[in-house]
């Protein structure tokens, strides 16, 4: 290992280096990080770079990304040694908190988190399955729902295993198509689109075109035109509350119609996200290095998952059962097979 600096913190990033594209952050702007980086890479960059373990390099960690790691975790301990935290704040580097990986993984408690909604998405969509026929007529947009939180999930899990730009653009179009796919079927189950009545299938098609011409639009805005994160903020949460006012209301409305506790599950759910949405905005440093608000928020939307596909189950089952008034029964409640 070639050192070319005497301090005792540029040393520690070289061992700690053996052992183990986004906006610029106020740590990235540091002097005492860019000198470390500057002294990591001289050091172990060079002809004869400095081995990287094999489960690293399986996540496309090289020597600069290594140094870089190293460097944000050398300069945040010795700022938070030199004074209390409240008077040296941990700083975020690249738009990201320092966090300490896992195996080569990033952010490992959003990785899990996030793995835990796939595996709610799974269970619900198995539920429905075994438990709601093919011929009913909701039941595709039910799966959709599913197929869609899948791919979501999947793509939050890649992205915060490793951070690139490839990975951040398609973690934020899925969550895109998330949003706006909880939109779009719902309406199709409060006034009942699926029914084979030809002017509500002439509002569907309408409908769907619209979606979807909606989603290609954010797409091509996010990658031709500009990478903008407010913008992607505000479209989401716009789409997300038209959705959440129209479960809550169908959740209202459903209650005071049938009496069934179940019937209220929506409203609950969408309490429990906004609830649980506080935490993205009252962002903080990582707990130890691992826990930040982000992966909080990802947990907290796994309860409400199971719950809703609960919802759903009961909901189309009543349906099916005759037991709902008439203008809510499904015109395709007969069973069928998959």
Same mark, same amino acid.
């Given at each position: ?30 002097? #005492? ?16 770079? !400095? ?45 990201? @908190? ?13 990785? /899990? ?8 998405? #799974? ?24 197929? %869609? ?13 490793? #951070? ?31 029914? $084979? ?9 309408? @409908? !769907?075109?619209?979606? /979807? ?11 031709? @035109? ?10 989401? %949460? %716009? ?21 069934? !506790? ?7 759910? %969408? ?13 903080? $440093?990582? @707990? ?8 909080? =928020? ?9 719950? =809703? ?30």
């Amino acid at each position: 290992m070639r050192l070319h600096a005497s301090s005792v913190w540029q040393s520690v990033a070289v061992i700690l280096l053996l052992g183990g594209a986004a906006q610029a952050s106020l740590g990235d702007r540091l002097p #005492d990080f860019k000198h470390c980086l500057e002294i990591c890479k001289e050091a172990n960059c060079g002809e004869n770079p !400095t081995p990287i373990p094999f489960h690293r390099r399986l996540l496309l960690w090289d020597c600069p990304a290594e140094c870089d790691y190293t460097c944000q975790h050398v300069v945040t301990d010795k700022r938070l040694a030199r004074d209390p935290p409240y008077l040296q704040p941990v700083y975020q580097f690249h738009g990201k @908190w320092p966090f300490y990986r896992f195996m080569g993984v990033q952010e490992p408690f959003s990785v /899990i988190f996030s793995l835990f909604n796939y595996l709610a998405h #799974d269970w619900g969509m198995s539920q429905l399955r075994e438990k709601i026929p093919a011929s009913y007529t909701l039941r595709k947009y039910y799966l959709w729902f599913g197929y %869609v939180g899948l791919a979501s999930w999947t793509f939050s899990m890649i992205f915060h295993t490793r #951070d690139f730009g490839i990975t951040e653009k398609l973690d934020y179009w899925a969550a895109g198509a998330n949003v706006l796919y909880g939109l779009y079927y719902a309406p199709i189950r409060v006034f009942r689109l699926d029914r $084979a009545d030809p002017r509500k299938q002439s509002v569907l098609r309408l @409908w !769907t075109a619209l979606c /979807i011409l909606l989603y290609v639009m954010h797409v091509l805005y996010l990658s031709l @035109w500009s990478w903008d994160y407010t913008y992607n903020m505000a479209a989401n %949460v %716009v789409v997300g509350t038209l959705s959440n006012i129209l479960w809550s209301g169908f959740s209202y409305v459903q209650y005071k119609r049938i009496g069934r !506790t179940w019937a209220v599950l929506p409203g609950i759910c %969408v309490a429990w996200i906004i609830s649980a949405m506080s935490f993205e905005l009252l962002d903080f $440093a990582p @707990w130890k290095g691992m826990i930040d608000a982000h992966s909080l =928020w990802h947990l907290g939307t796994v309860v409400p998952t199971i719950l =809703w596909y609960n919802f759903l189950l009961k909901d189309a089952q009543e349906d099916m059962a005759g037991k709902l008034p008439l203008a809510n029964r499904g015109a395709g409640a007969r069973k069928g097979k998959d």
